[in-house]
T-cell receptor
């Protein structure tokens, strides 16, 4: 069966520090991969998606970037965090039409 | 631009009651619609997926319907239990994004089932 791993579960980072969140998927090949952000009191917003290794599409302009160095690995990064980057970050994968989510990372920028 | 709305924002019911959660979307040209459950501080659990050609899907005590022409979906929960307490999210896959399965989410309905 397919599983998705996302870490860390929680993270507190100072403003201006770098960020690296990692997501890996097991049990499937060539999945579509996604990074969503859920801000307090708001719905989930799609940040990036990838249909293959090295292929990244950005949905909204922001302070973050994404990379897909391997088929089942998706990384969310920032060189310098802003306070507005705080939120709940969720990785997801989809092979056909159904999407499945990881357990999320709670990021607090202080 | 597709917009997804969920009503009510919060709902509290006594255990055993049947209930309906509503989801509406502005653009009927959708690829699919998916209902999720989110427990506090956790990720999303997929409940039901309805393809654009389907009218409803059922899983246990859950039944989701889709009416594309009116831009509506409902999630019916039968015989609610305290363990059903969570936030329920509706997400639409727009038609142009079918191959990529990008989802547009509503803000959710927070359900509390009282024992």
């Amino acid at each position: 069966s397919q599983t998705i791993h996302q870490w860390p579960a929680t993270l507190v980072q100072p403003v201006g520090s770098p960020l690296s969140l990692e997501c890996t998927v097991e049990g499937t090949s060539n999945p579509n991969l996604y990074w969503y952000r859920q801000a307090a009191g708001r719905g989930l917003q799609l940040l990036f998606y990838s249909v293959g290794i090295g292929q990244i599409s950005s949905e909204v302009p922001q302070n973050l970037s994404a990379s897909r160095p391997q088929d089942r690995q998706f990384i969310l990064s920032s060189k310098k965090l802003l306070l507005s980057d705080s939120g709940f970050y969720l990785c997801a994968w989809a092979f056909s039409t159904e999407a499945f989510f990881g357990q999320g990372t709670r990021l607090t920028v202080v | 631009k597709q917009e997804v709305t969920q009503i009510p924002a919060a709902l509290s019911v006594p255990e055993g009651e049947n209930l309906v959660l509503n989801c509406s979307f502005t653009d009927s040209a959708i690829y699919n619609l998916q209902w999720f459950r989110q427990d506090p501080g956790k990720g999303l659990t997929s409940l039901l997926l309805i393809q654009s050609s389907q009218r409803e899907q059922t899983s246990g005590r859950l039944n989701a319907s889709l009416d594309k022409s009116s831009g509506r979906s409902t999630l019916y929960i039968a015989a609610s239990q305290p363990g059903d307490s969570a936030t329920y999210l509706c997400a639409v896959g727009p038609n142009y994004g079918g191959a990529t399965n990008k989802l547009i989410f509503g803000t959710g309905t927070l359900l509390a089932v009282q024992p």
